[in-house]
């Protein structure tokens, strides 16, 4: 079992404290009003969560992935705004540390530490989602420059990062076409337009935007690492990381939802007595504490393969998968176990039941990470 150094538990505790002091008692009206969480972004900056995605020497903390994955799941309890409002600084800071230039890490990663500049990347596109290779979105050399034109779909907090990841081709005619696809990291500037923001069934209060590139020009050093075509190579590995946060978002968005149904079930009485003893209730709660806890365990048996320096795709699909599909049923029982009180607004439980989806869908579906999963199946076990 992984286990925790004493200051990465007591990082845990003070996420954990912020979550019940300052979002529970505000997320319910700010995700119904669809309020930007501008003062609690504010003060996770103050409390070191951003940085806790950036490695030393440009952060002011080294944790383990097991640490930063239990702190998102914290935040999720929370709100999964809040989770998900990093999520993509996660990536980006990973990818910077792994695969970018010395220029490169000196002139954002400890910005990123702090807070004040926050990433985000840019993947799906308008035509097409799971299939990668098929972007449209092309960069040209002129120069030292890159041309940028192109669109990019479900970019979240577009509107209020500094820095895009973004994947692009920069030879369209490479085959296999995967040699031909890069990773620029842009600016906002002339040529990138935030072209609207997207209606979503959850997940509000951060924005989820479509990017317009119409003759944006990268400056020279954008390019990931200085070197063309490893763009999808980069990500794959970028996204290891990306889907060990969406499993831990998961897991917060299941542990509320448990949470607040066993407090219900034993406050409710109906026939004479506390609904959860009531076997089908009863049943409900013992499947979704089992099913988070093995989801727990897939995530933090991910994050440690990680911190190992251990290729962690498939494990870190596996999490993914079961965490998401997990939280989904949980957070379907919770409404069960409520009754109508779970399909009123006036409580928590309905709003576990819209967030959750994301996580099926997002950081790649779950179709996606199960071809992931049999190809290192096959891959781990030849004949």
Not at 89 to 111: C, D, I, M, N, W
Not at 227 to 245: S, Y
Not at 322 to 340: Q, T
């Amino acid at each position: 079992m992984f286990t925790l150094s004493d200051e990465e538990r007591a990082i845990v505790e003070v996420v954990a404290d912020f979550v019940d002091r300052e979002v529970r008692p505000v997320a319910r009206d700010l995700e119904h009003a669809g309020t930007y969480p501008a003062h609690l972004i504010d003060r996770m900056k103050q409390l070191g969560v951003y940085g806790l995605a950036v490695p030393e020497p440009y952060g002011d903390v080294s944790v383990s992935k097991a640490c930063y994955a239990l702190v998102t799941e914290e935040l999720a309890r929370g709100w999964m705004t809040l989770a998900g409002a990093f999520g993509g600084h996660t990536v980006v800071s990973h990818l910077l540390a792994v695969f970018g230039t010395e220029e490169q890490k000196a002139r954002y990663l400890p910005r990123m530490a702090t807070g004040e500049l926050r990433a985000t990347m840019a993947l799906t596109e308008p035509s097409g989602g799971s299939d990668l290779q098929a972007m449209s979105t092309t960069a040209r050399r002129d120069g030292g420059r890159y041309v940028v034109d192109g669109a990019k779909m479900w970019i979240t907090n577009a509107r209020t990062s500094g820095l895009i990841a973004l994947m692009c081709k920069t030879d369209p005619a490479a085959s296999p076409r995967h040699k031909g696809i890069s990773i620029l990291l842009v600016e906002p500037g002339p040529g990138l337009t935030v072209s609207r923001d997207l209606p979503k069934l959850g997940y509000k209060g951060v924005e989820s935007c479509e990017l317009s590139f119409d003759g944006y020009e990268a400056p020279p050093g954008a390019l990931l690492g200085g070197e063309e075509g490893r763009g999808f190579a980069q990500m794959m590995r970028g996204l290891e990381v990306g889907r060990i946060q969406v499993a831990a978002r998961a897991l917060g968005v299941g542990r509320a939802a448990l949470e607040d149904s066993l407090r219900y079930a034993q406050e409710r009485e109906a026939f004479g007595k506390p609904i959860w003893r009531h076997q089908s209730i009863g049943n409900y709660l013992a499947d979704m504490a089992t099913q988070l806890r093995a989801a727990r365990l897939l995530t933090l048996d991910a994050a440690g393969r990680l911190d190992a320096g251990e290729r962690c795709d498939m494990e870190a699909g596996m999490a993914k998968l079961y965490a998401s599909e997990a939280a989904m049923e949980i957070a379907l029982n919770a409404v069960r176990i409520h009754g109508a009180a779970g399909y009123s607004t006036e409580f928590d439980v309905e709003r576990y039941f819209r967030d959750a989806p994301l996580m099926i869908v997002g950081e790649g579906t779950n179709e996606i990470q199960r071809n992931v999963i049999v190809k290192q199946l096959i891959e781990r076990n030849r004949i």
